[in-house]
């Protein structure tokens, strides 16, 4: 019996050394302030935070790579709690919403056969075919999506679509991930006003074709209901000048409108006046969403069209934007060269005063170049310096010396200023390395201009491959004696400078497709001329890289705006929208440029790079689309009332004092003209 005992007592105590070793061998330390945050976290595991559920987000969170209000599910509270528990700040975050992008439900909707299978969108994808609808991208209304939501956020409409409770949506993006067809999305207010229509998303033929990409549809349902108020919130998300647009744009839209299948294009131009008056005419302007910022400072040289739309939306995002005007007035083109007949000063001056509003600061009589630099720029704390100057015509009508050379940046020309100069025999400043940007033999005849006016070495780049040059320029051994290089497929994606002086530029390789290949290789120079008669859109950045820098100098760099554009293989001199060209469309043009370059400085401040937007629909060769259309009966389009002109001159007649818009009456009446147009859908009136 004692032996017993004391066996068993020693395989007890054995057994206790065992387990005490082994708790310090496997021993696994957690930190506290990791059980702190898990604890705080409402143990959703959704996922919407970007990692594998609440403990790994705490994991995350504690090592700085994670915010600690990246949890969607948990609110203001939690992430108060947690910035508590780890003794930071709480850094403000625009909510997210589940979108669902689709117009029409499958009991409306064409359909390729009845489906009555599973009740799931992923099972009726596998049957081939996309589904039951007709339209490639369309919900299938199976409600997938709804049951997938964990916080009971999404429910089923009467036409079959889902319908989302924004109290109760937290952003989570489980829908997003569960949806086959990637028809419902997560957006926000942000994300809608610098975002770009694709190819795989429902859109209207009349969205498509608005210069600025107006949500149509959208604005005149909510015309339809009453909402004159909401119509405009839809408009300016994508448009901060609607009045003024409403004067003047050429409407492509209706061009576009599925209406003129059956008799005449819905009114879109005045129904977005129609809103826009309303706001006139009340004196209060919309007060619009504002995302929190960081509040970086932003110098946008030049108040045009492009630059007033660019100051507008950096404002909405959180930024501090700055216009320099070289007139006294904002508004350039718009007042400066477009007939007050047609564009009444009353009109501009409301819309810029909304701008204003906004939050924009705006300084006149400041040229750059004469009164700032970007060296001066950037030593007062601006964190980016935005060239939206316009084209030639802008320069030579707008600028207070049209004689003078473009000095806004340093060290770059366009290639008529630098002819111009060595004609005129004016001071060049002195020349070492010049870039020339340029593909025919007059690049060649300024190369060697360049060489005799004492530059040591020129580069001539091109984006064209070198047999399709000319033959001049495919001699390098002979160029080589000149100092002369050309390279051929490349282009220039990039400046870095110090202060007031330019030292290199970036350079890529392209591909005949139009993108880019290969390593950036950069090119010492002092000297960029550039083919155009205008300067890009240059975005200046300051620079963490500098070189033999001087007691309080600045390096800095340009920003590669243009990588929004994947197609694209000018570099730095793309435009950053389709076809730049005179009058009313020019400018209904220049507000998407301002809006695609708050885009990219957007993503630069948030992201450090600034991603392709692939499938485009404005570069697409071909989208989804009726030629005809079924059950929609003819009826006639609204107009404004004809006003009596005084007098009998002709004048008075062409160029009344002011035109009419629709009256509220005819604007609600018109707005039912409207098919509420998706992809290939519409309403159809039986």
């Known amino acids: 019996m004692l032996g017993g005992l004391l066996v068993m007592g020693g395989l007890g105590a054995l057994c206790g050394v065992g387990l005490a070793m082994a708790s310090k061998i496997f021993y696994v330390y957690t930190d506290p302030k990791i059980e702190a945050v898990t604890d705080a976290l409402p143990g959703a595991n959704c996922g919407g935070c970007g990692f594998a559920g609440c403990a790994a987000n705490a994991i995350a969170m504690v090592a700085g790579k994670s915010s600690p209000s990246s949890c969607v599910a948990g609110g203001p509270d939690v992430a108060a709690e947690i910035a508590r528990i780890l003794g930071v700040s709480v850094e403000a975050r625009e909510p997210e919403f589940a979108h669902p992008g689709c ?12 489906y009555a299978g599973i009740a799931d969108c992923r099972a009726a994808m596998i049957l081939g075919g996309g589904g039951s609808k007709v339209c490639p991208i369309g919900c299938l209304g199976l409600g997938t999506c709804v049951r997938a939501c964990p916080f009971g956020a999404l429910s089923m409409g009467s036409d079959n679509l889902p319908v989302v409770d924004t109290s109760l949506c937290t952003g989570c993006g489980t829908c997003e991930r569960v949806c086959p067809k990637h028809i419902i999305t997560l957006t926000s207010t942000s994300e809608r006003m610098i975002g770009e229509y694709v190819t795989d998303e429902c859109t209207a033929p009349c969205q498509r074709s608005c210069p600025t990409g107006i949500n149509i549809p959208a604005f005149i349902r909510e015309i339809r209901h009453g909402n004159d108020e909401a119509a405009l919130a839809i408009i300016k998300e994508k448009c901060p000048l609607p009045l003024i647009c409403g004067y003047i744009c050429p409407a492509p839209c209706e061009l576009a409108c599925r209406r003129n299948l059956v008799d005449e294009a819905v009114a879109i131009n005045p129904l977005k006046r129609f809103v826009a008056d309303y706001e006139m005419r009340t004196g209060n302007h919309l007060t619009p969403f504002k995302a929190p910022g960081s509040g970086e400072k932003i110098a946008v040289i030049g108040g045009g069209a492009e630059g007033l739309t660019l100051s507008y939306y950096l404002a909405r995002l959180g930024y501090h934007p700055t216009i320099f005007e070289a007139k006294p007035q904002l508004g350039g083109i718009l007042r400066y060269v477009i007939a007050e007949d047609r564009l009444p000063r009353k009109v501009l001056d409301h819309e810029i005063a909304g701008i204003l509003e ?15 630099d970007v060296a001066s720029l950037l030593e007062q704390g601006f964190d980016a310096i935005v060239l939206t100057k316009g084209g030639f015509d802008s320069r030579q009508i707008l600028q207070p010396d049209p004689h003078a050379d473009d000095a806004s940046v340093p060290g770059v020309f366009t290639m008529l200023d630098f002819i111009q100069m060595l004609n005129q025999g004016t001071p060049v400043t002195a020349i070492r390395r010049a870039v020339v940007l340029h593909s025919g033999l007059e690049g060649l005849e300024l190369a060697r201009r360049c060489i005799a006016a004492g530059a040591q070495k020129v580069t001539i780049v091109s984006h064209l491959p070198l047999h399709e040059l000319p033959i001049d320029l495919q001699n390098s051994k002979r160029l080589a004696t000149e100092n002369i290089e050309v390279r051929p497929s490349h282009a220039v994606v990039g400046l870095q400078g110090i202060s007031k002086r330019l030292v290199r530029v970036s350079v890529e390789d392209t591909d005949p497709e139009g993108g880019f290949f290969g390593e950036q290789k950069t090119i010492r120079t002092d000297t960029l001329i550039l083919p155009a008669g205008r300067l890009p859109e240059f975005v200046i950045v300051r620079s963490k890289e500098g070189e033999d820098l001087e007691p309080g100098e600045v390096p800095w760099t340009t920003i590669e705006s243009f990588r929004t554009f994947p197609g694209k293989n000018d570099g730095i001199c793309t435009p950053p929208e389709p076809g730049r060209i005179s009058d009313s469309s020019a400018v209904v043009k220049s507000l998407l440029s301002g809006r695609r370059l708050t885009r990219a400085i957007h993503r630069h401040f948030n992201s450090g790079t600034i991603p392709a937007v692939d499938h485009l629909v404005c ?27 005084a007098g009998d001159s002709k004048r008075a007649w062409i160029f009344p004092s002011e035109y009419p818009g629709l009256d509220e009456t005819a604007a609600r009446k018109e707005s039912e003209r409207c098919l509420s147009c998706g992809l290939i859908c519409y309403r159809k009136q039986k």
């Open 103 to 114: 117009t029409y439900g499958t009991h409306v909707a064409d359909l390729q056969y009845l």
């Open 358 to 372: 906004a939050g924009v600061e705006a300084k006149t009589n400041m040229t750059m170049g004469r009164d700032m």
């Open 619 to 645: 570069e697409a060769d071909w989208v989804l689309n009726v030629n005809q259309v079924h059950d929609v009966p003819p009826s006639e389009r609204e107009r404004p009332a004809v006003l009596d002109v």
